[in-house]
């Protein structure tokens, strides 16, 4: 099992990793360093949130995950708006580099909750409950 497998593990959607469309996503991610590293923090968060919030709605309350991705989304919008601040303005206790070690984290927040929410949706087509 590579490290994009050990990733989508916890995920409940029946993926088959040896065929299908998922196989040419998987090549991106495995070939190309950056989009791998970024896709295995938001799994690594995906994983995480399932672990602190095991009962989570999805789309039995599509509202509450969504009000969940635009308060992450908020957070990181909070730190974009203090990167490009003027230098005078910025809370003085943070540097950019800091200010963009938040974005990412934030950033990263953001796709795992969408990523759930898609998840969510995707399980309940599968199973003919709902149709996205």
Same mark, same amino acid.
């Given at each position: 099992?590579?490290?994009?497998e050990?990733?989508?593990?916890?995920c409940k959607?029946?993926w088959?990793?040896?065929?299908?469309?998922?196989?040419?996503?998987?090549s991106i991610? @495995?070939n !190309? &360093?950056?989009?791998?590293a970024c896709w295995?923090?938001?799994? +690594?968060?995906? /994983?995480r *949130?399932?672990? $602190?919030h095991p009962?989570?709605?999805? @789309?039995? !309350? &599509?509202?509450?995950?969504?009000g969940?991705i635009?308060?992450? +989304?908020g957070? /990181?919008? *909070?730190?974009? $708006?203090d990167?490009?601040r003027?230098?005078?303005s910025?809370?003085?206790?943070?540097?950019?580099?800091?200010?963009?070690?938040?974005?990412y984290k934030?950033t990263v927040?953001?796709a795992a909750?969408?990523?759930?929410?898609l998840i969510s949706?995707?399980?309940?087509?599968?199973s003919?409950r709902?149709?996205?």
């Open positions: 099992m590579n490290w994009v050990m990733a989508f593990k916890d959607p029946q088959d990793f040896a065929t299908g469309d998922l196989r040419s996503v998987m991610i @495995i !190309d &360093p950056t989009i791998g295995a923090d938001v799994m +690594n968060e995906l /994983a *949130a399932q672990r $602190l009962n989570y709605p999805g @789309i039995l !309350d &599509p509202v509450r995950c969504v969940i635009t308060e992450e +989304n957070e /990181a919008m *909070a730190e974009a $708006l990167l490009t003027d230098p005078s910025k809370r003085v206790d943070r540097t950019d580099e800091e200010i963009v070690k938040r974005l934030e927040e953001t909750t969408a990523l759930r929410l949706i995707r399980m309940s087509a599968e003919g709902v149709k996205p």
